[in-house]
């Protein structure tokens, strides 16, 4: 480096330099270990917590996985096939089935952790709540992308938090019914017919008119 | 051991963020003191970009935050200027701002599009399953996310090398 891209020492002597260097030294040395003892006493020690195995579900599938997909709706080529069938259970261990023929379904995936989901079921549950979905169709949650070291942990309090009152199929830890489903992003929404066709499939969130549409051509018509 | 290591990283910033507000008022004044501007001011930086480049990689590699696509841009634009502003510390190349100030300022460009999805994830679109952008892994103080903290830091290593520059006057 040529001498104009280099500094010239303006302290006076040598000691004086070493001296200043030494000061510094030893006061960014105090800041860190203030910093420190700040971060170890104001960190509470987390208690035990649920982990990902405690909560995650132990779900059977039958039938023939989809295609990964959601993400161009009107070309998804699975669009009137069958659905796998999957049994499972709620977070409290009640027995949920989703893909069974006999009523036509609406299954929203959601992942706790996922911003776009959070605000997903925040505007859904409201609209559910006060009966905006139509009594023949059946809605259920299926809780996956389940990661206890991921933020908004445990997904059976944010749902409660929520005042989400539907069935949740809780998936297991390896995101099994996600894969079955051929899902692609979260929110993930997945239409069935009453003969457990798909009849759409949808990455990313829908706004309550959307959804509406969804549950009339899962049910044949408008209602 | 993780919680306290990001609250250590977020005091940490909230310093930074002193440091450059504090460094943007000397630029302002055009009173730098020589201490700062000859001791102090290269060093920090880089010890900023090495806090910055060790914690993002304790938090992907030991505590297993994924990174997304806009981290890693961050990463591309803060590990190198750990080296580069190493090496200039140790040479007291003063003239460092002239690299430095472009990376940082990418990285910066990046951080604040990033704190912008985490806080409107619909402009994100749907969460990818395994790394999403919008996703808050880190929220210290209530405001303090990885890519605030990322942007407090490239902020901090611009008005530091601004600061050391050749052209500032010295404080009497």
Redesign the interface.
């Known amino acids: 480096m040529s001498s104009s891209t280099t500094s010239k020492r303006t302290t006076s002597t040598p000691d004086g330099q070493g001296r200043q260097r030494l000061l510094l030294a030893i006061g960014g040395l105090v800041v860190l270990a203030f910093i420190v003892g700040i971060a170890v006493l104001s960190t509470g020690e987390r208690g035990s917590r649920v982990t990902t195995e405690d909560l995650a579900g132990n779900p059977a599938i039958e039938g023939e996985p989809l295609a990964p997909g959601g993400q161009d709706q009107p070309n998804d080529p699975e669009v009137g096939s069958q659905a796998p069938v999957v049994t499972g259970a709620d977070f409290d261990g009640t027995p949920v089935t989703i893909g069974e023929p006999g009523t036509p379904q609406l299954l929203m995936f959601m992942a706790s952790w996922c911003p776009a989901c959070q605000e997903e079921l925040r505007s859904v549950s409201p609209w559910l709540a006060e009966g905006g979905l139509r009594e023949d169709v059946a809605l259920v949650a299926v809780s996956t992308g389940l990661d206890d070291t991921r933020p908004n942990w445990p997904p059976d309090e944010w749902f409660e938090s929520e005042g989400f009152e539907y069935p949740v199929l809780v998936d297991d830890a390896d995101g099994s019914v996600a894969s079955a489903y051929g899902l692609t992003a979260t929110p993930f929404w997945v239409g069935l017919d009453a003969q457990g066709q798909v009849v759409a499939r949808a990455a990313g969130m829908l706004p309550v008119d959307q959804i509406q549409v969804l549950a009339d051509a899962v049910a044949g018509g408008p209602a | 051991m993780t ?3 990001e ?2 990283f977020g ?2 910033a909230l ?1 930074a963020l002193v440091v450059a507000v504090g460094g943007v008022v000397a630029l302002a004044r055009g009173r730098v003191p ?2 700062l501007r ?3 001011a290269l060093p920090l930086a880089t010890a900023i970009a090495a806090v910055a480049t060790g914690g993002s990689l304790y938090l992907s590699e030991v ?3 994924l990174p997304c696509a806009l981290c890693w841009y961050q990463r591309i634009a803060m590990y190198p200027l750990t080296l580069i502003l190493g090496v200039a510390a140790v ?5 460092v701002w002239l690299t430095a100030v472009p990376i940082a300022a990418i990285g910066a460009a990046v951080a604040v599009w990033h704190i912008v999805i ?1 806080r409107n ?2 402009l ?6 395994t790394a ?1 952008c ?4 880190v ?1 210290e103080f209530g405001f303090l996310t990885l890519p605030t903290m990322a942007l407090i830091g490239f902020l901090a290593i611009i008005v530091l090398t601004l600061v050391a520059r ?1 052209a500032t006057t ?1 404080a009497r």
Do not use: K, Q, T
């Open positions: 919680p306290v290591l609250r250590i005091l940490l310093m020589a201490w000859d001791d102090v505590a297993g935050y040479r007291h190349d003063r003239r985490e994830p619909a994100a679109g749907p969460c990818d399953p999403p919008s996703i808050r892994w929220e050749p010295d």
